[in-house]
């Protein structure tokens, strides 16, 4: 029998960027909120101090700072016809865990999505035609422009201190920036981090070829910044132990560097850790939310009641928790009704590896970070005519390499053996002088791909497991493969000696990493029929239940998601603050 | 409503006492929270008798990589860069046992993009597995693997790579790749955990190791780094040279 | 140490025998009046005067248990002395266990003249010494303070001394020798901000308590005022004009931003001086912080000569060169500047070149978290090195620190990090 708390205004089910985000906006609020953390408390110096966070055995190879399947996984299949088996160990996509959750472990790369992907379904039925769309795709619009979201976006980007050039300052183009990026208001908050020598020579490259390079931008302080919270950062030393580690020295942007020292400070806020929420609570008609209840470290169920519950959780635990605590209706793929677990996605990743003439190049890649490297986005979103092309997406294409770390990163040509005398001089040979540049192409959604229950596999509380069904459609192979001839071609001009094409391959697999943006589930929309959430992130059927993340988002765009994911927890608490607290209740109108 | 001071139950203890030992609490508030020492950093692996293998096991394991990694003039091979003491290290731990991953049954065979769902984890695959290989060797050379000549290992390695030799339990071909990859972990991972002594492969490809501050290499293009790798236990400039 | 023990035992069991037996009038027992306190409740700039003093005394530091929040001024808070631990006590107005039953004039005595109702002196660990500079009016006002706190019922057994330490009546030996109970009076020469400056580092602010060196009976040495001492475990530094250890070639701007925020360009208050800061000094007024800067800055320090840096060929310097880059430069930059208020600048800390290094050995060993403050939230926090570096190398880093970019300080030796490594002192 669960034990009741005393109440709280807010109470916050994870704690990492957007509970972070939604604890300190709705704090200054005057309210009392409480934040529940499924992980361990995280601090720097404590648990990632720059004289252990360099251990790739154990951050990179064992997964340490990330979820143990042990405590809750998924099941994963391709499609209908199969049976869903558990992800007993991490491959594809690395969940987080613990208080700053993938804040903690990102590399740091900090986009905005393109203007046309907010109104994605509506713009490219205007330029295409609505018959240019497989029949199948269930992209839709957002509910929310890029305009709307600007000032959110620059929000984030001021408290992370984001480092980058800026390409269109309020409709002027500006050299060296993403001229085909959104109207920003202002300049980023510190210039774009320094280039390593691969980087720097495929911005050359590509500029040659008649592309527009810029800096990818980053969370990776480019020199010490002090946040509009009052909360410094140190300057990044390009260490190359980003993304899956902690940073040691303070100089990546997280909800630790930059919110939590002002947040835990107020005496109407307090976060608990280790405590796993089981379900949201709702009352007798199941159109409030009456609370949550979570189970400690013991194993004892506590109730903890609130006036509002913000779902701040990983996108797929999300949908988990509204689907066990049966909030919305669940998507059924043969119909085509319901809308949690609806319009799932991930990101589709390729790369090349381009080998050069160790006696002439020598590119240090162990001297980098997690959100450097040069990039062009002719081919992303809609930037670009798809009509001869015969599919719809794209994605940046850039040597954002971040590492040498040399368990993961020693690449040899393809046809070397894998083990043996002549590896061995592969590796050693093409350590210094080999690039790895990446595409980072759009994943859009589709009526097969989405979340469910699993009816087989349970978690350690008896808890039935989400169940993945995702498989890659044609649209979004021809896609990448067109992004990774494209980067060849750059790779080639950089001058390698020989360029090898790793082309994305279906069918999806659990077993290579391809980011851990997984995106979708609960999605937002003007339209309850095909969304769980309306355009303030605010879940139709409950209207004190907001829902934060990017299981919000109905398709992915061609760029990392964070940046995106900040900018509509702003723009979720700016809605609470000016028109929810005055006047509880739902924000829109279907 | 619970009116909590602000203070927070995880402040250290008195300033004026020694150090406090970590206090793992459910809530925090007020400050961030600290302890002296804190942290857990690496247990160094240490020299010393096996404590996985068995002394069969672990001489079939040393001529395992020192085939996969074999030695050169320039550098050494798996078995002198301590990739055996490295994996028998690890299958006695966390990873050997398979602690942290999902294990709820029921495991079903499933397709290859659905990963591996064996209930055996590394370290009954290495039992297993080494049994199996000397089995082979036996049978068809008269010895076990380890006392093969170094061509003759080369043959078995590379016909149960292919598929072309089968070992007993049918798991040969994972079984070696398993250990290619654990052999090169151990091979590449910091000397504290057992392998790449004295960071020898560090050395090998010119990798710095755990340094963290390249703010006056970044723009420094096309320069080789020059300084001596790191690891966690430090480097040998770090011992003070009696005068 | 042992020898400094028995020195103490002796001198205090003879000093105890005598004022037993002499029955030094002020130091025999007498009834507690227990009258209460006159003061009314509604005297609320008198209260409000309490309260700034109670923050310049940082009373709450000692009387407040921080393991029981909720409690303010119920004392129970162990606080360690050279020779064991006292318990501070309770003074919140409980007539029971805390001082709601002394009168005014029993308030005074213990503040002022470290004399409880009963007669019985109080430990020096309540620095009543340094609170004698206060008036009889401040005091008024602080007990003002005091009565409108919550009465807490938290009975204390202050005295934890083991014997013969525990005779209180021993203590008139320590007074004769030290007790100097003058309240302040301004010097004429020098300027405002100075007196107030002297009332407030002498007087409430009782820096010397810490920043004193202490005789072996524990005393101030007053020919060596605040020019730092070594207690428990740390090496509390010198806060003088002295330019090299001191805060002499601070401005005050800086001064003043240590004590306001716990940071400035050179380094963090953190250790003892972080709950200094947070609960008194940052809630000081900016012009008692000048005034503090003015009279720090003209007390006379030790003596600024330094030996010869040493030579980057010495072995120690080497290693910990080699040490410096890989461990700590990441943070604190290879030109020792570290980063504004977030990573000291080694090369500009005086504690750095502190004559003892105790401090600086403690903190890489164990690590520690800076002072956070509304002004500076960010409290980064130096994690430990002591799992990683050896008696040796960290004597060699900080050799290396103490003797680089300009400047020279003795060698941190193997032997210093042992003994603070096994729990002594430096």
């Avoid at chain 1, 702003?570 to 607290?581: C, E, M, Q, V």
């Avoid at chain 3, 103490?8 to 209460?36: C, D, E, K, M």
């Avoid at chain 3, 509604?42 to 009373?59: I, M, P």
Wanted: overall charge neutral; proline content about 8%.
């Amino acid at each position: 029998m669960a034990r009741k708390l005393p109440a709280k205004d807010v109470v916050i089910v994870g704690f990492g960027w957007t509970g972070a985000i939604m604890a300190q906006e709705l704090t200054d609020e005057g309210l009392d909120v409480i934040a529940i953390e499924r992980g361990p408390w995280r601090d720097t110096a404590m648990d990632y101090p720059p004289n252990y966070a360099q251990d790739e055995l154990r951050y990179h190879i064992r997964h340490e700072l990330f979820l143990r399947p042990e405590q809750t996984t998924f099941t994963f299949r391709n499609n209908m016809s199969q049976t869903a088996l558990p992800i007993r160990n991490w491959g594809a996509f690395m969940p987080p865990n613990g208080v700053g959750g993938g804040g903690v472990h990102w590399n740091a790369e900090t986009w905005r999505f393109l203007p046309s992907d907010f109104v994605l379904r509506t713009h490219l039925t205007e330029r295409y035609g609505a018959d240019f769309l497989p029949a199948d795709m269930t992209i839709q619009d957002w509910g929310v422009t890029y305009e709307d979201l600007e000032p959110h976006y620059d929000a984030f980007e001021y408290l992370c201190g984001t480092c980058g050039t800026a390409g269109n300052v309020n409709g002027e183009i500006r050299q060296g920036g993403n001229p085909f990026e959104g109207a920003r208001s202002r300049d980023y908050p510190n210039p774009a981090q320094e280039q390593g020598f691969g980087h720097a020579l495929f911005g050359k490259a590509a500029a040659e070829m008649g592309y527009k390079p810029f800096p990818q931008p980053s969370g990776n302080m480019s020199r010490p910044y002090t946040n509009p919270l009052g909360v410094r950062l140190g300057p990044c030393t390009y260490c190359g132990y980003c993304e899956w580690f902690g940073c040691g020295n303070y100089s990546k942007a997280s909800p630790q560097t930059t919110i939590l020292p002002v947040l835990i400070r107020k005496s109407n806020f307090m976060v608990r850790d280790n405590c796993e929420v089981t379900r949201i609570n709702t009352d007798a008609s199941g159109k409030r939310a009456t609370g949550v209840t979570f189970v400690d470290t013991r194993g004892e169920e506590w109730e903890q009641p609130a006036d509002l519950v913000i779902l701040a959780a990983y996108a797929i635990f999300n949908v988990q928790l509204l689907l066990l605590s049966k909030i919305g209706k669940p998507y059924d793929p043969i119909t085509g009704e319901g809308v949690v677990g609806r319009n799932f996605t991930h990101q589709v990743t390729s790369g090349v590896k381009g080998f050069f003439d160790k006696e002439k190049y020598n590119f240090n890649p162990f001297i980098s970070s997690g959100a450097i490297g040069m990039c062009i986005d002719e081919f992303n979103g809609d930037n670009f005519d798809h009509g001869p092309l015969g599919f719809v997406g794209g994605g940046y294409i850039g040597q954002v390499q971040t590492n040498g770390r040399p368990i993961q990163t020693t690449p040899v040509p393809k046809d070397t053996p894998a083990w043996g005398a002549e590896w061995k001089k592969a590796v050693r040979d093409n350590y210094l002088s080999t690039v790895l540049p990446a595409t980072h192409g759009s994943f859009y959604s589709y009526r097969d791909i989405y979340l469910d229950l699993d009816p087989t596999y349970t978690d350690r509380l008896g808890r039935p497991l989400v169940r993945m069904t995702i498989d890659f459609h044609d649209n979004e192979l021809k896609m990448s493969r067109f992004l990774t001839d494209k980067l060849a071609e750059i790779a080639q001009a950089m001058g390698a000696s020989k360029v090898e094409k790793s082309y994305r391959k279906g069918p999806y697999d659990i077993t290579t990493y391809q980011t851990t943006h997984l995106n979708g589930g609960a999605v937002m929309g003007n339209d309850p029929r095909t969304s769980f959430l309306n355009r303030y992130l605010q879940s139709w059927d409950v209207s004190n239940l907001f829902v934060t993340g990017a299981s919000a988002f109905p398709q992915n765009a061609g760029y990392n998601p964070t940046g995106t994911v900040a900018a509509l927890a702003y723009w979720a608490t700016d809605a609470i603050r000016t028109k929810y607290l005055p006047n509880p209740g739902p924000l829109a109108n279907a | 409503m619970l009116n909590l001071r602000r203070r927070d139950l995880l402040v250290s203890v008195a300033l004026w006492a020694g150090s406090g030992a970590m206090v793992k609490a459910g809530l925090i508030s007020g400050r961030l929270p600290w302890a002296t020492n804190a942290g857990s950093p690496p247990e160094p692996v240490r020299p010393g008798p096996w404590k996985f293998f068995t002394a069969q096991e672990a001489a079939a394991v040393e001529a395992l990589v020192d085939r996969i990694i074999p030695p050169d003039p320039k550098t050494p091979g798996g078995k002198d860069a301590g990739c055996a003491v490295y994996i028998d290290r690890q299958l006695a731990g966390p990873y050997g046992r398979q602690d942290g991953l999902y294990e709820r049954p029921p495991f079903m065979k499933g397709l290859k993009g659905q990963g591996p769902q064996d209930p055996d984890g590394p370290a009954m695959h290495y039992r297993k597995g080494l049994a199996a290989l000397d089995e082979y060797c036996r049978n068809q050379h008269g010895k076990p693997f380890a006392e093969l000549s170094d061509s003759d290992k080369d043959d078995v390695l590379s016909g149960i790579e292919k598929g072309s030799i089968e070992l007993k339990g049918g798991a040969g071909q994972t079984f070696f790749q398993q250990v290619i990859k654990d052999a090169q972990q151990g091979f590449f991972a910091d000397p504290i955990y057992g392998g790449n002594r004295d960071m020898a492969s560090w050395r090998m490809i010119g990798f710095p190791g755990t340094r963290y501050d390249y703010r006056d290499w970044i723009k420094r293009h096309n320069e080789r780094f020059p300084l001596p790798p790191v690891s966690l236990e430090g480097r040998t400039e770090w011992v003070v040279r009696k005068s | 140490m042992l020898r400094r023990v028995i020195t103490v035992v002796a001198v205090i069991v003879v000093a105890a025998a005598i004022g037993l037996f002499v029955g030094l009038q002020s130091y025999a027992s007498r009834t507690p009046s227990r009258q209460g306190s006159r003061i009314g409740a509604q005297d609320f700039d008198l209260v409000a005067k309490g309260h700034y003093l109670v923050t310049l005394g940082d009373c709450e530091a000692c009387h407040t248990d921080p393991g029981q929040p909720g409690r303010p001024f119920a004392g129970g808070r162990p606080v360690e002395t050279p020779f064991g631990l006292i318990l501070a006590a309770n003074i919140t107005p409980d007539r029971e266990t805390g001082i709601g039953s002394w009168s005014d004039e029993e308030f005074d005595a213990a503040l002022r003249k470290g004399r409880r109702p009963d007669g019985s002196p109080l430990y020096p660990a309540m620095p009543y010494g340094s609170y004698a500079k206060m008036s009889k009016d401040d005091v008024r006002a602080i007990r003002a303070y005091l009565n409108t706190m919550k009465p807490i019922h938290n009975a204390v057994e202050t005295n934890q001394l083991p014997f013969p330490f525990s005779i209180r009546s021993g203590m008139w030996l320590w007074d004769a020798l030290y007790y100097d109970g003058t309240t302040f009076t301004p010097d004429p020469d020098k300027s405002d901000a100075w007196n107030r400056g002297a009332f407030l580092v002498r007087g409430p602010g009782h820096c010397g308590v810490c920043h004193t060196p202490k005789t072996v009976l524990g005393g101030d040495d007053t020919s060596r005022r605040l020019q730092g001492a070594n207690l428990q475990g740390w090496f509390i530094p010198e806060i003088t004009s002295n330019k090299v250890r001191g805060i002499g070639s601070w401005s005050e701007a800086d001064l003043v931003a240590y004590l306001k925020t716990g940071h400035n360009r050179a380094t963090a208050a953190t250790g003892p001086m972080a709950e200094v800061v947070e609960l008194s000094t940052s809630r000081m007024k900016d012009e008692d912080l000048r005034a503090i800067a003015t009279y720090l800055k003209d007390q006379p320090g030790s003596s600024e000569d330094t030996p010869p840096p040493l030579s980057a060929r010495d072995p120690q310097m080497v290693a910990g060169a080699a040490i410096y880059r890989d461990s700590c430069s990441a943070c604190h930059a290879p030109n020792g500047k570290g980063a504004p208020h977030l990573f000291p600048a080694l090369a500009e800390a005086p504690n750095v070149r502190s004559r003892d290094a105790t401090t600086l050995i403690r903190i890489v060993l164990q690590g520690t978290r800076s002072v956070a403050t509304n002004a500076e939230p960010t409290a980064p926090a130096m994690p430990s090195y002591g799992w990683q570096l050896s008696d040796d190398q960290i004597a060699a880093v900080l050799t290396y620190i103490r003797n680089s970019w300009g400047a020279a300080a003795p060698p941190v030796k193997p032997e210093d990090v042992k003994s603070v490594r096994s729990g002594g002192e430096g």
